[in-house]
């Protein structure tokens, strides 16, 4: 993201990864970052910030897509 601090802002290891533990490490590795775990196919605001990562899970509470800035 064009204006975004740096640091990490994509977690594509993390995808089949526990819900909870993935927004542990995300949050662990880029400091300026709110990670939200939330269920698959719950609605969700679509604004852009730099400080927040949906960590998207299915009923079972395992990433199911590439948790990314936004």
């Given amino acids: 993201m064009a204006n975004c601090p740096p ?29 939200i775990v939330v269920r698959e196919g719950s609605p969700v605001t679509e604004d852009l910030r730099c400080d927040r990562v949906w960590v998207w899970v299915n009923a079972s509470n395992v990433v199911v897509r590439v948790p990314r800035i936004g």
């Fill in 7 to 35: 640091g990490k802002s994509m977690w594509p290891e993390l995808v089949w990864a526990n819900g909870d533990a993935a927004a542990t490490v995300i949050e662990r590795q880029n400091r300026n970052v709110n990670a």
